[in-house]
């Protein structure tokens, strides 16, 4: 039997369920040969019963301190939402020679290169991680332990849970961004400062853990991130022309030893794996040399899902089994902003005579081809929707476009581009 | 670094797959802490140079008692094809102080019980099965490690990759099955002798691993096991009108104290995760108290695919983190044949009057309820497809509805089965 002692920090909605879990899969943990001891439960106040029942054997405090200092604690579990303390909180257990096993994406994806050193230094710590990307599916260790022998070339994800219900919300009911946030923030699927999701910080947050475990590089905020809220309906009519829908995605794909990534709105084909994820769902798609495509779906936050992640690194950790995020000693590709792709501009414009002409030429000057010229007749002539495709091409060519597309007198604000996936 | 010593027993597919990727990323293996060293290869014959090419500091031997007598070999991968031969393997290299890791899910489904034996009284052995069951996606570990915390109330899964490619073909093609399988196997997706594949066996195995893992309990042979020869062309149009296809699944679903498991193919809805799995891909579904469903989906089988979940395995050995598939000591739930479902029959009628009225009259007298009849407009007047589906019912009673239509003097040959699968 393998004992290991734990405090867990926060105990609002994940926390609140990894005691729950704890206390009542307590026999079937030790079965797995591994008996749990939640000793210290630290939260800025104490839960109300409803929400969190403490265990009787378990002491509850408002300290933090208490628990670096305490010698008996193995495992500190962190499991808040702000981003700055909760990073404190990561560095100092284990440089207190705890292990951590943490949920906050933003955090470890802020403190990374610290804690990288802090592992490197100390092999008897362990930072469990399997919570943080993508809830409740198994990503962090089979990317680390099954994928070993295996080369990473793409990881693309469906990795916000809250945006994805919208997306598809949308999708299905014809309905406009900020009705469907309304209702979302209504229904608890969406913070009421929603920011953090909408506009693709959580999910570049978990891309860049995944691109650090899959390429050794972590860009984090020097990932190219573009939120939901330019999503208009009407893309969703004009991606159905194309066999396809539309889902945020993060990516991080490498050519050689370049690695591009960025966290945007994507066209997405209906042939595509993605597509039909729907709701508050997240998928993980890893493209590999050998494995080709591994698929992975499931539950990507919530009370319960997120537990059973955060309970499989403590039960690691108590074997001695866990993974390390540590990064391998090897060259590591470089990472850049520009990448290879297909993309997608709606532009409002007023209708006149010369619009295709001049667009065309654009595109010409910036030697992208055109691939199609999409335009429903919706709208009134003095904003109508219109859409190009392009041809492979570079994002830098297709961001020249935009922006010279923009200062076009009959253009009306600024055009929104979506990167267009085929597989995956 | 984790130094271990193995040997590789079978030289075909899959063992040439390890081979080569353990020689091309001996390097790669090195920096994740791992040194492997491949000792030694035993095959009935020497390969051919053009399909595996043998390390020079490895040997070759056609003597599987060389390795069993070898103090130095820490591990034993087993890949041979034959059940028997692979059982005896198995349970020989345990015997002599050997971890084992294969990919023969029929050995290892067959002396699971010896397995299970051995592994108790031996704590410092592990067996290695991740390649066993859907080849390269990673559940096996997920299923031991991943959710440890959680209770699995379902597992199902398209578990065999050439009925899938056959039926996914035949689906999109509109082919008769016995054209199919001819295509199948003049590309190498099925074998000479497909049986294995398409009489549901293979998939049989699987299913007994996962419900040892998920459940505690090794049905194995009592699973009851139904091909796709049987599946007629005309089944997928009567799906269609059901908005859903057809796939062949392994299913294990606990109610209670009770689980029940079959193989077959079945009447998968269209919002199904399944309904969009084809070619050779495999996928596996697992619902569970906390997260609910995860689904899981990459390469059934081959070289390579095979390969990366193998040596996931014996890396897993080397670092001492090896997930066990010994049973935990806890009550384990009874196998019952008998279960739930809709249940859709399809019977071959020479026209008359009165059918409805007599196929009804069985269904009433077993109180079964029917939820469609359907009859399309096809076929000759002496064999004509009908088709009904049921309310939820038991198996058993559907059972004792196919006996008595198949006494039917209009009713040609024996009425097709198969279970409606909405969820998953």
Redesign the interface.
């Known amino acids: 039997m393998n004992k290991i002692t734990i405090a867990v920090v926060g105990a609002g909605t994940v926390g609140g369920g990894v005691i729950d879990?704890?206390t009542k899969?307590h026999a079937?943990?030790k079965?797995?040969?591994?008996d749990i001891v939640l000793k210290t439960i630290c939260a800025t106040k104490k839960p109300k019963a409803s929400d969190v029942v403490i265990p009787s054997s378990t002491t509850f405090t408002t300290d933090i301190k208490k628990i670096y200092e305490d010698p008996e604690i193995d495992v500190v579990v962190e499991l808040i939402s702000n981003v700055k303390v909760g990073g404190e909180i990561i560095l100092q257990s284990l440089r207190s020679g705890k292990s951590v096993v943490s949920a906050n994406k933003a955090a470890l994806a802020e403190v990374y290169p610290e804690i990288s050193k802090i592992l490197k230094e100390n092999l008897n710590l362990y930072v469990g991680i399997?919570a943080a990307v993508a809830g409740?599916?198994?990503v962090i260790?089979?990317l680390i332990?099954?994928?070993?022998?295996?080369?990473i070339s793409r990881i693309s994800g469906i990795l916000n849970g809250t945006t994805n219900f919208i997306i598809t919300k949308m999708e299905k009911e014809g309905l406009a961004y900020q009705d469907v946030l309304k209702e979302a923030q209504a229904l608890g699927y969406a913070e009421a400062d929603p920011k953090a999701d909408v506009d693709g910080y959580d999910a570049r947050s978990k891309l860049s853990l995944l691109m650090q475990l899959a390429y050794g590089i972590h860009p984090n905020k020097d990932i190219s991130t573009t939120g939901i809220s330019d999503i208009a309906d009407i893309d969703f009519e004009y991606a159905r022309m194309l066999n396809a829908t539309i889902r945020c995605l993060g990516v991080g794909a490498r050519e050689g030893n370049k690695v591009s990534g960025f966290v945007s709105p994507c066209i997405v084909s209906n042939t595509s794996?993605f597509a039909?994820i729907t709701g508050a769902t997240n998928a993980v798609s890893i493209d590999s040399?050998?494995?080709?495509?591994?698929?992975?779906?499931?539950?990507g936050a919530g009370r319960?899902?997120t537990?059973?992640?955060v309970?499989?690194d403590v039960?690691?950790i108590a074997?001695?089994?866990?993974y390390?995020i540590a990064p391998?000693?090897?060259k590591v590709p470089t990472f850049v902003q520009d990448y290879q792709g297909q993309f997608y501009i709606r532009l409002y414009i007023q209708d006149g005579l010369g619009i295709v002409e001049k667009v065309g030429n654009i595109c010409k000057k910036h030697k992208v081809s055109i691939d199609a010229i999409l335009q429903l007749p919706v709208g009134t002539k003095d904003i109508l929707p219109f859409v190009i495709t392009t041809d492979t091409t570079m994002l830098s060519k297709v961001k020249k476009i935009v922006d010279e597309l923009e200062k076009l007198s009959f253009v009306k604000g600024r055009p929104f581009m979506m990167p267009i996936i085929k597989a995956g």
């Open positions: 879990v704890l899969e079937k943990l079965r797995e040969g591994v399997e409740g599916i198994p260790a089979p332990e099954h994928m070993c022998s295996d080369s794996n039909a040399k050998y494995l080709r495509n591994t698929f992975l779906v499931g539950q319960y899902p537990a059973v992640s309970i499989s039960v690691r074997k001695g089994s866990c390390s391998r000693d090897n």
